[in-house]
């Protein structure tokens, strides 16, 4: 398919006025459309459907008073070294085991964007250092149909919330309602426990 000089400029101009956008919001929390049309130069219909393909692309855009981008969308930018990657990349691959945990998500995550962002000889680096260490160790428990539960008992350990579960006593191959103030993870013998104060107890 081919595609004209002019679409493409047409194009080019979009994708540039779109950064713009976002770039204005970061700088100027509050910002209201008015002012981001104006800045511009287009229509507020216009910033309206750019905002719009911010919130699409995943990023946070929010309105309060004014537009704003969360806070904790962007880090600030740290500078690794080479062990300093190669330690990362390798707790990464140990915990991108844990199927369908949080932690599993999110490491994955946050190594390819620091993929993305080293030099490709760091890259190359981290990639033969790496292979020269190969831990055996592997979970016994696959989590994947227990992300709701994960989910849930994560949200109540950052919250500080009760959690009410159905409990399986196996020793006794009996099964109890429970409240339970959950306070984190614990691994061990190849699986996660959770940790936490019972009601009943």
């Not at 700088?27 to 750019?50: F, H, M, N, W």
């Not at 959690?163 to 996660?192: C, H, I």
């Amino acid at each position: 398919m081919e595609i004209s000089k002019g679409a493409g400029m047409e194009r080019a101009s979009r994708i540039w006025r779109i950064l713009k956008v976002f770039t204005l919001i970061k700088g100027k929390p509050g910002i209201d459309a008015k002012e981001l049309a104006e800045k511009c130069e287009v229509s507020q219909r216009t910033i309206y459907r750019d905002i719009n393909v911010l919130k699409l692309a995943g990023i946070p855009v929010y309105f309060d008073k004014g537009y704003h981008v969360s806070e904790d969308f962007f880090l600030p930018p740290v500078h690794l070294d080479l062990g300093e990657v190669l330690s990362l990349a390798k707790g990464a691959e140990l915990l991108s085991r844990q199927k369908g945990t949080p932690f599993q998500r999110g490491v994955e995550s946050a190594m390819e964007k620091i993929f993305a962002v080293i030099t490709t000889g760091v890259r190359d680096a981290v990639t033969r250092e790496a292979s020269h260490f190969s831990p055996a160790w592997e979970p016994t428990v696959d989590y994947d149909k227990c992300v709701p539960i994960l989910e849930v008992l994560e949200t109540g350990v950052e919250e500080n919330r009760t959690v009410r579960m159905t409990y399986n006593v196996l020793s006794r191959d009996q099964t109890t309602e429970r409240d339970v103030d959950p306070y984190g993870f614990l691994f061990r013998r190849k699986a996660w426990y959770l940790v936490g104060h019972c009601h009943l107890r």
